[in-house]
């Protein structure tokens, strides 16, 4: 026990720091028209719904980390002794993750009968999650001049999407390996359908502790257009870019599209997203003062006007969203025909 206690005030002092200490800048490795949306040391995501062609803008940034260049509207800078790329693909059959690999090389300019020194793919789509996780850790740590890691389909290494233990303990695996390899981990997660938050405790884990996360939506005025944004980052905000697919099957710059929005987030038809914890617990203590509420149109009157009364006003339309968004993240519940508010909801 005393050994036990030892350990821990050792490592307590070791994590400390001191005003004094000189702490190096995180090197900058992957940007977005410009502006920083990867570091070594950190982790992003690329979220998106299903054909929103996620994947295509992942070969993008595979592509420009290939060459140290630009591809698409991302650029590479990775150290000299930073440039292997691990991917691991834990959805697509062997045949489809060679045609991934394939746009990548392409994208990139390099030739594709033989296969580059610095990228290493592996298909992990038979294996269980545990397996899956274990085989990812053991090519970070055995495998020399890592830089960046895509993780396609980050979901697929756990069992359950909302169990919130899961999720904390995949998250704290993403942060543990690229502060001790000092590497940066993009990975892919799916967005629901009904409204653009990431998917499960995993999705709300993504948001809080990730560097950034883009955004793949398709146009809603050209669907063979796909738009890119920044749906949260550390660094300055992107302007945001939109590419179509070729006729070689390539993405590239959608040249002449024009958002139907310029200037405006893809987030801004969620204001309510953009609310704190606490904000919600404030107008969700409003409008279930009297406890459980029977009926869709009554709760969302009661919605409309306990939002409201904490200075946060929707309309009818961003109300139904809301009631979604919270029903997403656990923090209201619908039993026996009646809305019931879960405080113990994690957000």
């Known amino acids: 026990m005393q050994e036990v206690k030892e350990d821990i005030l050792r490592l307590w002092e070791e994590k400390q720091l001191r005003i004094t200490d000189e702490i190096q800048t995180a090197p900058e490795v992957l940007y977005a028209n410009g502006s920083v949306i990867g570091t070594l040391g950190n982790f992003s995501a690329s979220t998106g719904k299903a054909k929103s062609k996620k994947t295509f803008n992942v070969a993008a940034i595979v592509g420009a980390s290939l060459v140290n260049g630009k591809v698409l509207g991302y650029t590479a800078e990775f150290p000299d002794d930073k440039r292997t790329i691990l991917y691991f693909d834990t959805e697509q059959s062997p045949y489809h993750c060679q045609k991934v690999m394939e746009r990548a090389l392409r994208l990139a300019k390099l030739p594709t009968d033989t296969h580059p ?47 919130a233990k899961e999720s904390t303990d995949l998250i704290g695996k993403l942060m543990e390996w690229t502060d001790k390899f000092q590497i940066h981990i993009h990975t892919v997660l799916h967005l629901n359908k009904s409204d653009d938050n990431a998917r499960g405790h995993v999705g709300t884990e993504l948001n809080n502790k990730a560097e950034t996360i883009l955004q793949i939506s398709r146009s809603k005025t050209d669907d063979t257009v796909s738009e890119v944004c920044a749906a949260m980052i550390r660094a300055a905000e992107f302007d945001p870019f939109a590419f179509r697919v070729n006729d070689y099957g390539l993405p590239e710059i959608a040249s002449g599209y024009v958002f139907s929005e310029p200037g405006k987030k893809a987030k801004d038809p969620y204001p309510y997203k953009e609310l704190t914890e606490e904000q919600h617990r404030e107008a969700l203590g409003v409008i279930f003062a009297n406890g459980p509420i029977k009926g869709c149109r009554n709760f969302e009157a009661a919605l409309k006007s306990g939002y409201a009364a904490c200075g946060h006003s929707y309309s009818n339309n961003k109300v139904k969203g809301l009631k979604t968004f919270l029903d997403n993240k656990g923090m209201i519940r619908y039993e026996n025909r009646e809305y019931i508010y879960n405080p113990d909801f994690y957000y």
């Open 117 to 163: 020194e610095h990228l290493k793919f592996a298909a992990l789509r038979q294996l269980t999650p545990t397996l899956r996780l274990e085989v990812i850790e053991q090519a970070i740590i055995n495998t020399p001049g890592v830089g960046l890691v895509i993780i396609d389909g980050v979901r697929d290494l756990m069992y359950d999407i909302n169990c």
